[in-house]
């Protein structure tokens, strides 16, 4: 059973607490928070002030994929925010050796992110530094794009590494993830699913949650 993530990025601002207790009384594992700085990616998400709100109401763990250039400067405030799991990208992160110890030390679960053109042999020297990796299936930025398929051979190879190395690091997938693609992700070796338009863009955003959860 994948761990199931819905991504915040896709809620309804304007009734965000509405959807954060649909996802509190869901199957869903997690909240993913998606933070952009328009210089990474192109576009603006949110920042400190909607993520203390959400932290306020959400009753999961707060997954927090930082999409931002020198992400170590911000660590320490997204932890005391009750971040539980940090993810930051492997292209925005220049000592990431050193940030990743950064994130355990503020006290929570480190994670790298890596985008599509980046090949899994980049973790080599720091798989065993990562509590979970994250390989994104769409060029990050927005929401409701279309899942890239090569992303179910890094998967493979991604896990072949995890058990070549005899670690039990989680492997994330983040866009365009439905049902279908889900499917073939689970299959391939994904642990936790991130799913933003398909489950609050469905008219029963509970029931999407579910399928997921049963894959
Ligand atoms: C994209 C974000 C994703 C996004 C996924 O840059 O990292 O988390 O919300 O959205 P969907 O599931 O709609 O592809
Ligand atoms: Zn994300």
Redesign the pocket.
């Known amino acids: 059973m994948p761990v199931i993530s819905p991504?915040?990025?896709?809620a309804d601002f304007a009734n965000l607490q509405r959807d954060i207790e649909m996802v509190n009384a869901s199957e869903a594992d997690w909240f993913?928070i998606?933070v952009?700085d328009g210089v990474f990616?192109p576009?603006i998400?949110f920042g400190m002030p909607v993520i203390q709100a959400i932290a306020k109401h959400a009753q999961k763990p707060l997954d927090v994929?930082l999409?931002i250039v020198q992400p170590e400067r911000y660590i320490e405030e997204f932890a005391k925010l009750g971040a539980e799991i940090i993810t930051v990208h492997q292209e925005a992160s220049i000592h990431l050796h050193r940030t990743l110890a950064q994130i355990k030390e503020a006290g929570c679960k480190a994670g790298v992110?890596l985008n599509p053109s980046t090949p899994v042999s980049v973790l080599e020297d720091v798989l065993a530094d990562c509590y979970m990796v994250l390989l994104?299936?769409?060029?990050?930025?927005?929401?409701?794009?279309k899942?890239i398929p090569q992303t179910l051979e890094k998967v493979r190879k991604l896990k072949a590494m995890i058990q070549t190395k005899g670690l039990n690091t989680l492997i994330e997938i983040?866009?365009?993830?439905?049902q279908e693609t889900g499917k073939q992700l689970v299959g391939a070796g994904a642990d936790v699913l991130?799913?933003?338009?398909?489950?609050?863009?469905a008219e029963n955003p509970e029931a999407k949650i579910s399928g997921l959860k049963q894959l």
């Open positions: 991504s915040l990025l896709a993913h998606d952009m990616v576009n998400s994929h999409m992110v994104m299936s769409v060029n990050p930025g927005y929401g409701g794009q899942f983040d866009g365009g993830v439905n991130v799913a933003g338009s398909y489950v609050f863009g």
